[in-house]
Nanobody
Framework: QVQLVESGGGLVQAGGSLRLSCAAS????????MGWFRQAREKEREFVAA????????SYAESVKGRFTISRDNAKITVYLQMNSLKPEDTAVYYC??????????????WGQGTQVTVSS
């Protein structure tokens, strides 16, 4: 099992920025990719971004392209989500995910506990 711990959420005004972090531990050798999902109140969890540990393959949801940037630090086994130009509709609990690339994108990887991001208008 891999353990994921998110941090960096909080309250920010529209147009502001936040950086989320997710540190992995445990059986990380089984995790070939990491990514982020989010779940707003009364909505389904949705894919945000994913990155492979090797090769650098990256995917983004259309709704965050150009505003969010996912990156990784292989030495620290940590993935980051830099969120700029935040909008109230970005308000959600953000979850870190790990697994094979396809499982992460499909929402079938391992999950962290989530971190709340609130964007005020």
């Amino acid at each position: 099992q891999v353990q994921l711990v998110e941090s960096g959420g909080g309250l920010v005004q529209a147009g502001g920025s936040l950086r989320l972090s997710c540190a992995a531990s445990g059986r990380t050798f089984s995790s070939y990719a990491m990514g982020w999902f989010r779940q707003a109140r009364e909505k389904e969890r949705e894919f945000v971004a994913a990155v492979m540990w090797t090769g650098g393959k990256i995917s983004y949801a259309e709704s965050v392209k150009g505003r969010f940037t996912i990156s990784r630090d292989n030495a620290k086994i940590t993935v980051y989500l830099q969120m700029n130009s935040l909008k109230p509709e970005d308000t959600a609990v953000y979850y870190c995910a790990a697994g094979t690339y396809n499982s992460v994108v499909a929402g079938l990887g391992s999950w962290g506990q989530g971190t709340q991001v609130t964007v005020s208008s």
